[in-house]
Every structure is written in structure tokens, then in C-alpha cells.
């Protein structure tokens, strides 16, 4: 099995003289997984909200490189209708190229309302959008003089510099949720697809089933050593310890992201979080119910036997690791991610 790591800077302190430590120690964490054998490393974008504080996966990939020497970076995802296509087309280039060809280029169209609404992009056309952004990109990344007319974009006899060391291109993965027709799409391009580390098992192997069906319908074979399987992830000596260190962490972050699919514009991070957890109008899965479904949390014994039912049974055979989020300290995170390295991925190599 090849492992990977999933960063996500998450700010739970409203004083943003925070933000500064938190950026560097997810640099040192990431060089940590470097040192430590993990193969790749994926950064998340997100807009206007505490849960993630990252704008922009490229220039921090780009930053990234200069600072470790052979991990794999990806983004997982760039939300590519937030952005102009030529202007993706030549930054993932360039990123590319200072890396020495590192780069996974992980692209969605994002599902987020509010984002859409604050960006002033029109949420009805974003697969049409996305669609057309991909095809340009990879136009300008492998075509002098590339022409192209869509219904949203269009590029006239362009020629991008530099262009990806990759060949033919840097390796593509596509965000896919609960909507059949984005998997369709991703099957359709022969592109592995890339999944939510918080989204319950039941529903991400659903995925990884119907895009297996679909890519039997069409003749291919699943690329599944090379199709990340995110999870959040903990280990600690101790069950008790691991559930004590990240309790709190965890429900802020399901707390937050449950106010934010309530959103249809501005931002969550001055709101009163506490206020709407005690007028919501339903409960939320309970800390230890997504012990259960979503959260690989506890000892390394009890991480192993997790992961080893997800290849036995379910052929992932790429897992990537999310050890930060909410309030879990550095140093805790740095030891989480140790014990995993030399007791979890020994067992599987």
C-alpha cells in the first residue's frame, strides 16, 4: 500500500495573530511526513471560514516544494470555477516545473453555496464551467496556439511558458461527492477520482463502487494504487487517549461544517457557532458513531485492523492520512503522525 497525509489548516481561535503559527506548523508537519516515508502530501482550498484557511492550494503547493525534496504534492482540490483558466494553466506549470514534476493536480467544482454566492459565480452553471476550465487547461498545457470557445471561457491562439515536465501532463484527480453524473465525467477522461476525508465509509466505498461499475461499463480498469482513500486519522498509545485528544476537535469540525451547509453567503467566522448548535434543528452523529464511520481514531493496533478491512475487502490500496484539524496541539500531532509511520504503514509494505 502507498500512504499519503491530507492538510487542512484549521483556525478554531477568532484572534487571527494564530494564523501565522499555524501556517508554519503545518510546513513542519509536512516536512515531517516527508522524513517520516509518507508518499504525497494534499492541500485543501477553501474560502471564508475557520475551517480551512487556505485560498489557494497552488501558491501553497509551490511553497511546499521549495521546502522538502521528493513528497508527492497534490491538491486536493482546487476549486478551478474560482479561478481563470489560463491563469491555473501556467501556475500549475510553473509549479510543476520548480518541483522537478511532484505536482497531483486534484480539481473540483466545489459544492459550497455560499462561496459560490460571495464569488458571484453562478452555482447552476458549475459543471459546465468546471468542464470547460479542464478542457482548456489541458489544451494550454500540451498545444501551441490553442484555440478554444466555450460557453463560459475562451482562449484565441495561445501559448503558455513554461509547461508542465510531466509527460503527457501532471497526473489529474477529480472530486466527486454523491452526484453520479461527476463520476461519469471522471471515468469519461480516464482520470482517478479524489473523495472527502469527511464524508462517512459507507458512502465513499459507494463511490468507489459505482465508479468501478461505470468504468466496466467502458472498458477500463480502476487505477486504484494510485486513488488516494482520505480518512481523519489519530493515533495515540492509548484508546482513551486518543479519543480524549481529539474529542473536542472533532465535534468543533463537524459542529462548523454542519453551520456552514446552512450558509447562502457571507462567512462563518465571526458567527456564534454556540448559538446555532442550540437552535439547530436536528442532532448531528454523535462523536462515537463516526469512531465507527469516518474517524480512524485510536491505537495503532486499532488503525491497522481498519485499514487492513479496507484493502482486504474494499481494494484501497492508497491511504492518505488527515492528522490535523480544530484544536489538536503541534506536538501532539507530530507524535500522532510518528506512531503511525512506524506502527501503522510497517504492516502494510
Not at 521528493?70 to 481563470?84: A, C, E, M, P
Not at 515536465?165 to 461527476?182: D, N
Not at 486513488?227 to 486518543?242: D, S
Not at 436536528?282 to 464511520?293: I, Q, V
Amino acid at each position: 500500500m502507498k500512504f499519503g497525509m491530507f492538510v487542512l489548516p484549521s483556525w478554531p481561535q477568532r484572534d487571527p495573530s494564530h494564523q501565522g503559527r499555524i501556517f508554519h506548523e503545518m510546513i513542519e508537519q509536512i516536512q515531517y511526513a516527508e522524513e517520516l516515508g509518507f508518499e504525497s502530501v494534499w492541500l485543501a482550498e477553501h474560502h471564508f471560514t475557520r475551517f480551512g484557511i487556505v485560498p489557494s492550494a497552488l501558491p501553497l503547493a509551490t511553497y511546499v516544494a521549495g521546502r522538502t525534496k521528493k513528497i508527492r504534492i497534490g491538491t486536493g482540490v482546487s476549486v478551478l470555477n474560482f479561478h481563470d483558466p489560463v491563469f491555473v494553466a501556467e501556475e500549475t506549470a510553473m509549479m510543476d516545473l520548480l518541483s522537478d514534476g511532484r505536482l497531483d493536480f486534484g480539481i473540483g467544482r466545489g459544492q459550497v453555496v455560499y462561496e459560490y454566492a460571495n464569488f458571484k459565480v453562478d452555482y447552476e452553471t458549475r459543471t459546465q464551467r468546471f468542464n470547460e476550465i479542464v478542457d482548456i487547461i489541458l489544451g494550454l498545457w500540451s498545444t501551441p496556439g490553442f484555440t478554444y470557445h466555450g460557453d463560459h471561457y475562451s482562449v484565441d491562439d495561445m501559448t503558455i511558458a513554461p509547461v508542465p515536465i510531466q509527460k503527457p501532463h501532471p497526473p489529474l484527480y477529480v472530486a466527486v461527492s454523491r452526484t453520479p453524473g461527476t463520476i461519469d465525467d471522471a471515468v469519461s477522461r480516464g482520470l482517478p477520482m479524489l473523495t472527502s476525508a469527511n464524508t462517512p465509509d459507507e458512502d465513499v466505498l459507494g463511490l468507489r463502487d459505482l465508479y468501478a461499475a461505470r468504468c466496466a461499463e467502458m472498458g477500463v480498469t480502476p487505477n486504484w494504487e494510485d486513488m488516494p482513500y482520505l480518512r481523519v486519522t489519530y493515533v495515540a498509545e492509548e484508546q482513551k487517549t486518543a479519543e480524549d485528544d481529539t474529542r473536542d476537535s472533532l465535534n468543533w469540525v463537524a459542529d462548523l461544517n454542519g453551520y456552514r451547509r446552512t450558509l447562502k453567503g457571507g462567512s462563518e467566522i465571526y458567527a456564534d457557532l454556540d448559538h446555532w448548535i442550540k437552535t439547530r434543528p436536528e442532532e448531528p452523529p454523535s462523536f462515537e458513531s463516526r469512531l465507527e464511520s469516518t474517524n480512524y481514531v485510536g491505537t495503532p493496533d486499532r488503525v491497522v485492523e481498519k485499514i487492513k478491512k479496507l484493502r482486504d475487502e474494499h481494494n484501497v490500496q492508497y491511504y492518505t492520512a488527515h492528522f490535523s484539524y480544530g484544536d489538536i496541539g503541534h506536538e501532539k500531532i507530530m507524535r500522532s503522525m510518528e506512531l503511525f509511520a512506524k506502527e501503522v504503514m510497517p504492516k502494510f509494505k
